[in-house]
């Protein structure tokens, strides 16, 4: 290699050197390695080079240019590094600390309850009928047997929206006539109405103004108060652990004739008497009988051929009892230090 190119080679890898960002590089290899640049000319200039020197200077040449065309990509790929270093340092990332972890969410403790529900009545022949919140006057109350102005509406204070007549659902019995109107005429009907229900109450720890209730409905041509019975002892026997002692007391709903309150005695105490169970030894767990020929008719069933049990429960008061919770508003407050419980 002759002093001139030797020169050039270390002027071009000096300014190479120098050159720290992109742009710098572009220049130096325009300047260099571009259509017109230094070594490219090189080449160009072999003619002036004498004969007998041509083939020697043309390898350096050669030589030169795939030498700084190297030094070029290795210049590129360490800016690239140390911009890419920089770029972290200034962001402060240190990979090294444990990651957050993405808040999980759980199933909330009613629906746990009424997945327990749903499960245990799958297991005799139940299935799961969803009805709507919003009712009619007609459904909620007239068609269960409560006619405008009957006394036991009492039983429910409602919501009215101001549509004359549409009202929040108060209880999920409504499903019922729901359910006997899709799935019958004639044909026997096994289901349970999980949902939502909503009344105007005075709030209390005792008393929400959104709740949830399962509703039960079986109809069959031979269904008796001893299917209702043997249904609900099982079903106590596996929510509440087996050997449950199951007490039915007489009670009034007009859409049931007759109609039960079933008592179970008191999971906390053994029914010896407790604060829970208010020293009775017995917690009521649902309202229930056998349906009135009325709603049978209601639903378009001909009670003289058909006739049926309903139940209906609150698993909120379910959920208190099993995990001694005191006060019902918990389940809609929000709180997570409440529901993380129930993780
Ligand atoms: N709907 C009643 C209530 O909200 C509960 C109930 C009682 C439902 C007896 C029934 C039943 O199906 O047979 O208080």
């Known amino acids: 290699m002759n002093e001139e190119l030797r020169k050039l080679r270390d002027q071009a890898l000096a300014g190479l050197q120098a050159a720290s960002d992109a742009d710098a590089l572009e220049e130096w290899r325009i300047e260099y390695l571009g259509r017109k640049g230094t070594v490219t000319n090189l080449m160009r200039n072999i003619g002036q080079v004498p004969f007998?020197?041509?083939?020697?200077?043309?390898?350096?040449?050669?030589?030169?240019?795939?030498?700084?065309?190297?030094?070029?990509?290795?210049?590129q790929q360490a800016l690239v590094q140390e911009s890419l270093a920089a770029e972290m340092a200034a962001e402060g990332v240190d990979v090294t600390l444990p990651g957050r972890r993405p808040q999980l969410g759980g199933v909330h403790p009613s629906n746990q309850t009424l997945r327990e529900i749903a499960d245990i009545f799958a297991t005799m022949g139940f299935q799961v009928y969803t009805s709507r919140d919003v009712e009619t006057d007609e459904y909620n109350f007239e068609l269960l047997n409560m006619p405008?102005?009957?006394?036991?509406?009492?039983?429910?204070?409602?919501?009215?929206?101001?549509?004359?007549?549409?009202?929040?659902?108060?209880h999920t019995s409504p499903g019922q006539i729901h359910a006997m109107k899709e799935l019958g005429p004639n044909k026997p009907i096994r289901v349970i109405l999980p949902g939502m229900c909503y009344?105007?109450?005075?709030?209390?720890?005792r008393a929400e103004m959104m709740f949830h209730q399962v509703e039960g409905l079986a109809i069959g041509r031979n269904?008796?108060?001893?299917?209702?019975?043997?249904?609900?002892?099982?079903?106590?026997?596996?929510?509440?652990?087996?050997?449950?002692?199951?007490?039915?007391?007489c009670s009034h709903f007009p859409f049931t004739e007759p109609s039960v309150e079933a008592d179970v005695d008191c999971i906390l105490c053994g029914g010896t008497g407790c604060a829970v169970c208010k020293y009775t030894g017995w917690l009521e767990i649902m309202g229930a009988g056998m349906v009135h020929p009325?709603?049978?008719?209601?639903?378009?069933y001909d009670p003289a051929e058909w006739s049926g049990f309903a139940f209906g429960m609150g698993p909120e008061r379910i959920t208190m009892l099993k995990s001694g919770i005191s006060d019902i508003r918990y389940f809609f407050g929000n709180d997570l230090r409440f529901l993380e419980q129930f993780g």
């Open 148 to 170: 405008p102005g009957h006394p036991a509406r009492d039983m429910w204070d409602t919501f009215y929206t101001t549509t004359p007549g549409v009202i929040m659902r108060t």
């Open 52 to 75: 007998e020197e041509r083939p020697a200077y043309g390898q350096a040449a050669n030589a030169l240019k795939g030498e700084l065309t190297d030094a070029f990509d290795a210049r």
């Open 223 to 249: 269904v008796t108060m001893a299917d209702l019975k043997g249904v609900i002892v099982e079903f106590a026997n596996q929510l509440y652990g087996a050997g449950r002692k199951l007490r039915f007391r």
């Open 199 to 205: 009344r105007y109450e005075q709030v209390s720890a």
């Open 294 to 300: 009325t709603v049978l008719r209601n639903g378009g």
